[in-house]
């Protein structure tokens, strides 16, 4: 390098173009070392201070360099123009300096829309979402027109589907309206994120090209918004137009087949990723490992992970969450050990799914790896802080689980539902519902999940006004159809408010067939109220959805054996004897150090029950002792 510079400096000592030579050279080799000489060399010469040489400089020191370097060059730029205010810009926000970049910002004499994309660029890409939106609203009304790029950064920081399309009609009202690729995939993308496909296809059949991210947009968009069957479709049209897919193609519709359980199609596109050599890429057989898991497949799982030249985080996570999923938690805890002896770096998905593990397991375990969670520094991100807060409210924690849950930063709509779903299960209904209104004041969409766990605080907290609002409201407020876990929940809460007609009511205008989980809360509460005519028309219902059940069985029993008709409780019983019902019992268990006790209601003897009762007798004197029994 050294005799490089020695020869051109005897060609010509002032030459633009031999300098700007030693420039590009620079950014070839990308040595920091060779860009100091280079700069030593303009300094010696009193070129440092000429505008074109000082650009090129200052944007080799911003992308090589540090924010010192490049504000040197800056400093030296005598007759600075906007490439040199535009370079200097974007050097800070590329060294993480927003504080100098503001200012810098805001002393510049002219801004075109590069230095507004910066702005906008920079807030974005730290998190400040509100800050980018306000800097583009101030742009148009200085008058700058938009980019494209400007509109690509936007649609990436958008917080509903109605901001959304309001960005849209910008578009539409600047001139660009015919979308070229990347603008109208980043939309494809855009309402895809809100599950907004109806609009996702309308920009896709406006644009005048399309190329396989195009067709990738908008099938993921598809499979996100509850169509896997169309996601598919549009991937059968893709391949018959001429297009090639690629890797994240075959992934997405992997994920399709997934979630139809469609166990024959996914095997298709399986052969499809061996015809093409796509089964090196970690996402696809990370995916496909999922899909078999999911399909009861398990073993078909562990073989394609074993074929695996090299392990990965991605592999490992489907693997381990696999064994989870289908009872082998112990399997995937293993794994998970053997994971970190391989230095495998464990990502938020790893600590989420072996979190998910223990969670039947010992809180103990459940500490150690939240230890972990802290140590690797992922303690506060989205999915492990969400699993944390899962893991104590299952254990009965939930004071931790509102600590854990305070601290993070971002918060997403699976940590808002797990806090609601944490606190209503730990009897905390009024802060579920308090925590349900401080989630809608973010503006954060709430989905069936987060009203179905509503309802359930309102059913368990038995607040009948606000129940009826929210499932009343449920459509056409949030957009959410009432499935059968909402209206379980809704008629359980009518039932404790002995309003039995109006449960019936709503019981028997669904859209469809109610599960047998509504029944049986109309079955329960009649037991209640005495009322046996609505009793025998409801467990008819039951027994007809569920014919193996015991409950309607019993509950007419009981109402009989109340009621002293005698007749009646013995053709009950006949009944059961015809139809082979067995009466379910109870059951319930402690778990000792490493051995798990399970105790039924109808055993009279079990392993050690004699110490058992002992220790039960003893505890009972010591809290009478104490005065803790009235």
Known sequence: MYPLIKQCHRVSRTS????????????????????????????????????????????LYSQFGNVNDALKVFDDISSKNIVSWNICLKGLLKFDNLSLACSVFDDMPERDVVSWNSMISGYASRGYFDCALETFWEM???GVRPSEFTYSILMSVVFGVRHGKEIHGSIVRSGLGALNVVLGNSLIDMYGKFSSLDYALGVFLTMEELDVISW????????????PELALDKFCIMRSLGYSPDEFSVSVVITSCLNLRNLEKGKQIFALCVKVGFLCNTIISSATIDLFSKCNRLEDSVRLF????????????????????????????????????????????????????????????????????????LELDAIVASSLVEMYGKFGFIDCSIKIFNKMVARDLIAWNTMIMGLTHNGRVFEALQTFKELIRTGLP????????????????????????VFSSMEERYGVKPSNEHYACFVDLLCQAGRLDEALYVAESMRYEPVSLIWESILHACLIHGDLKLSERVAERLMELEPKSSLPYLVLARMFEIRGQWEGVVRVKKAMKRGKVEKVIGCSWIGVKNQVYAFTADQLQHHRGKEIYMVLRLLNWETEAKGYLQ
């Not at 990308?30 to 944007?59: E, M």
Request: hydrophobic share 35%; with cysteine.
């Open 16 to 59: 633009l173009s031999y300098y700007s030579y030693l420039i590009d050279h620079c950014f070839s080799l990308k040595s920091l070392s060779f860009a100091r000489i280079t700069h030593a060399q303009l300094i010696k010469v009193g070129l440092n201070r000429h505008t074109f040489l000082g650009n090129r400089c200052l944007d």
């Open 140 to 142: 148009q009304k200085l």
């Open 216 to 227: 990738n947009s908008l099938i993921s968009v598809c499979c996100q918004s509850g169509n």
């Open 306 to 377: 074993e074929e695996q030249d090299q392990w990965d985080s991605a592999v490992c996570n489907s693997m381990i969450s696999s064994y989870a999923r289908c009872g082998f938690r112990e399997d995937g805890l293993r794994l998970f050990v053997l994971t970190l002896k391989k230095d495998i770096r464990p990502t938020e998905f790893t600590l989420s799914s072996v979190l998910n593990s223990t969670s039947i397991l010992k809180l103990e375990q459940g500490t150690q790896f939240h230890s972990l969670a802290v140590k690797s520094g």
């Open 446 to 469: 709430p989905d069936r999940i987060t009203l179905a766990g509503v309802l359930l605080a309102c059913s368990f907290g038995g607040f009948i006004s606000e129940g009826m609002t």
